[in-house]
């Protein structure tokens, strides 16, 4: 076989990234004197190397350039230092660009550059790019349209806006690509003006990346109105346009106008449904969140990935469907997904929300890793359901195996103590969050007040109320209220009413306690004045309701109620068990 034919069929395995029969040629070939020369070759291995992650076919194809007659060829250079930029190796890509500029001939050209200050910021290397730039200045390729244009970007990413629209206004030629990175580091950055004034001043034909980070933009200002706007305007919309404003909408309450997008969007992938599914769990309806997980799994390609789990967890944590849950964590194990921490951490709050905390305590110690959040789910998982020594117990854990509190861990731990009657233990451990370096916030003062008033020391926790350094919230006022009418201090729960109108006058659990305190001595006149309070201040007592879950599928039944699609039925048995019940009482007197 001749030398030619041999070269191409090595170039040709080298082009299709098949690293083992590489490494079997370089090792008959690439060594060599014949096939040393062969630039074509050498590149072509190096970059194969980059693209399987190879760092040690890098390590070898730059030892070997060493001994090359003309190792300091440019093209063959700039594919060593894009190779380590490719494996994540930037560091190496600025001490390689300097060994060769120190030791050999290498002359670096714009594709250099521009793999540089690609580097810079992708590692954040400040100093870095501030020498690349000096270096592009130094040599002539200031002026280059492309490495201007990477500069830009750079300067972009680092944050550093003002040197990126200096470098901007100094550029003799601007492409769409120029104008796309100062935009969308302008965007990126929250400075919505200066980049709404370029976007307006574009005379180029702006392509979808360029909106999609416009909207982004306004989005995370919560800045709808302007999205909206941009989003009408666009002359191509896609997915990642559609799912932004399905995102911005779902963030800013209106899970409406969120809905409606997803609606009549033409093509939804699987981000669109998870931004969807999430944003129904975020704003509290989670009866929608289920419909639409239902709705994914039976009229979509798509299978839930571990972004659609946590999302969907929290939903059948408020509904309390087990069975569904139940599901999840078997379709979890089945795909390998138990390795996760924050899929655990969204079962283990499951779970417990579930009352399940025996299963959330077998996921906790299954995990092969836990973060500060998984702590947190189970030590709340045990307060919610009563386990109060057992919080304590894992906290205490959480400290010895060297794991910081923070103020989630703090109100699980506050709580615990509440549910638990372990006044002495809340004391103390609100005390020590000064030795954690943590400030009590209002929601720690809210579960101390929880708990003084548990115990009957409503003195102490209205004490605690009028010397926090926070203005008492409804919240708060309710937990004390409540405390009262466990207590019967109706004195005092008259007094904490008239602050709780203040604050909250809808509210009407506030006023039913009171008037329960009220009929439970008899005093009619002030019951009646209740009832008329509540009618000034629009205060209507919630409908009661009930949830259930049959088949995985959840049924709400409200108070009252008589438009369910299986009233009738639900009539039927409910006046059978009344007559069974009598009939039973009859027979038992």
Not at 78 to 99: E, G, K, P, V
Not at 133 to 148: E, I, M
Not at 360 to 384: C, H, Q, T, Y
């Amino acid at each position: 076989m001749s030398y030619g034919v041999r070269r191409k069929e090595t170039v040709f395995i080298f082009s299709h990234r098949r690293i083992q029969e590489a490494f079997s040629f370089n090792s008959t070939f690439v060594l060599r004197p014949s096939i040393e020369i062969s630039v074509k070759l050498f590149t072509g291995f190096i970059t194969v190397c980059a693209s399987l992650s190879s760092l040690a076919g890098i390590i070898h194809a730059r030892r070997s350039s060493e001994f090359r007659p003309r190792g300091d060829e440019t093209y063959l250079c700039n594919s060593r230092i894009r190779a380590h930029m490719d494996m994540s190796q930037f560091d190496q890509c600025f001490t390689l660009y300097r060994d060769l500029r120190r030791e050999t001939c290498f002359l670096p050209n714009n594709f250099t550059f521009t793999t540089l200050a690609k580097s810079c910021g992708l590692v954040m290397g400040f100093l870095e790019g501030l020498e690349v730039h000096c270096q592009a200045v130094k040599v002539g390729f200031c002026l280059d349209l492309y490495v201007s244009t990477a500069l830009v970007d750079m300067y972009a990413k680092l944050g550093m806006m003002g040197c990126a629209g200096k470098l901007f206004d100094e550029m003799t030629e601007k492409s769409i690509v120029s104008w796309t990175a100062l935009i969308c580091g302008y965007a990126k950055s929250g400075d919505l003006n200066h980049a709404r004034k370029l976007f307006d001043q574009m005379t180029e034909r702006k392509d979808p990346a360029l909106y999609n980070a416009m909207i982004d933009g306004y989005v995370k200002l919560g800045d709808m109105d302007s999205a909206r706007s941009l989003f009408n305007e666009m002359p191509k919309r896609n997915v990642i346009s559609w799912s932004s404003m399905i995102h911005g909408y779902c963030n800013s309450g209106d899970v409406g106008s969120a809905r409606y997008l997803f609606d009549v969007m033409p093509e939804k992938n699987l981000i669109s449904w998870n931004t969807m599914i999430g944003g129904y769990c975020q704003n509290k309806q989670p009866h929608e969140a289920l419909k639409l997980f239902h709705e994914l799994q039976s009229s979509t390609p798509y299978e839930p990935n571990d972004v659609t789990i946590v999302s969907i967890l929290p939903a059948i944590a408020d509904l309390g469907t087990l069975d569904l849950g139940g599901w999840i964590h078997r379709f979890v194990r089945r795909k390998k997904l138990d390795k996760a921490t924050n899929i655990c951490t969204a079962l283990i709050d499951m779970y417990a929300k579930c009352g399940e905390i025996e299963k959330a305590k077998s996921v906790f110690d299954e995990m092969p890793e836990k973060e500060r959040a998984s702590w947190n789910a189970l030590i709340n998982g045990f307060a919610i359901n009563g386990c109060a020594k057992e919080a304590l117990k894992v906290f205490e854990e959480m400290q010895s195996k060297g794991v910081k509190p923070n103020d989630i861990t703090m109100i699980g731990v506050l709580s615990a103590c509440s549910h638990g009657g372990l006044v002495d233990e809340g004391k103390r451990w609100f005390k020590a969050m000064e030795d954690f370096s943590l400030t009590p916030k209002i929601e720690h003062y809210g579960c101390m007040v929880d708990m003084l008033g548990r115990a009957g020391c409503l003195e102490e926790a209205e004490t605690l109320i009028n010397s926090m350094p926070y203005e008492a919230n409804g919240i708060i006022m309710s937990s004390l209220l409540f405390a009262c009418g466990f207590s019967k201090d109706v004195t005092r729960a008259e007094r904490v009413l008239k602050k709780v109108v203040n604050t909250e006058p809808s509210i009407d659990g506030n006023y039913v306690l009171l008037r329960n305190l009220y009929a439970a001595e008899k005093r009619w006149r002030d019951v009646e004045e209740i009832k008329g309070l509540m009618r000034r201040n629009g205060a209507k007592k919630e409908v009661g309701c009930s949830v259930i879950e049959v088949g995985n599928r959840v049924s709400e039944f409200v108070s009252g109620d008589r438009v369910h699609p299986n009233w009738e039925a639900v009539r039927s048995v409910i006046e059978q068990l009344w007559m069974h019940m009598r009939r039973q009482s009859n027979y038992s007197s």
